[in-house]
């Protein structure tokens, strides 16, 4: 019988959880090396974030001339767009502390250190998924408005995909070394 450790697991599971561990203190000793990234693990940011869609929602809600479905559809694809510009259309760090090592790297694929699936890129994978079914409920799934949301989601999604990571897509916005 395999020796047990003090939560009552044997050694398999305790390995993973130490291995766990360590990728952690990887991912925070190279968020010190690299503070362009480090916010979005901010429960604070996030909020933050559904605080701006909200504001955004609002701001395009007392527009006289904006219907609610016009207000929501645009709140969703503004996020949207925004988002993919913030994320994955700027490439490198602001910050000169890593010696170039995230000069060719989008922030989605400089956030915690490269590793997939990690709660911050569930969150801000889950949030525009969660936009588009609030703006297509409220546009009472209006075909057209359902398709230009769909778009909008569907651009933002595909380059959070791990199939995406490190693609350039037809060689744009690729950093030539």
Request: contains cysteine.
């Amino acid at each position: 019988m395999p020796p047990k450790s003090r939560a009552g697991h044997n050694r398999h599971s305790s390995y993973a959880e130490r291995r766990r561990k360590e990728l952690i203190k990887e991912s925070d000793a190279l968020a010190q090396l690299n503070h362009n990234w480090d916010w979005v693990n901010y429960k604070g940011s996030w909020v933050t974030t559904i605080l701006i869609i909200c504001l955004m929602r609002l701001l395009f809600g007392i527009v006289p001339t904006f219907s609610s479905e016009l207000a929501w559809t645009l709140t969703n694809v503004s996020f949207n767009l925004t988002s993919f510009f913030m994320f994955h259309w700027l490439i490198g760090t602001p910050f000169e502390f890593n010696q170039g090592a995230c000069d060719g790297l989008t922030l989605w694929e400089q956030i915690d250190n490269e590793v997939q699936f990690t709660p911050a890129k569930k969150f801000f994978t889950l949030l525009p998924i969660g936009l588009f079914l609030l703006s297509t409920h409220y546009t009472h799934y209006d075909a057209t408005t359902f398709c230009v949301n769909f778009a909008a989601l569907l651009v933002v999604l595909i380059a959070k995909l791990p199939a995406m990571h490190r693609v350039r897509l037809f060689g744009i916005n690729k950093v030539v070394e």
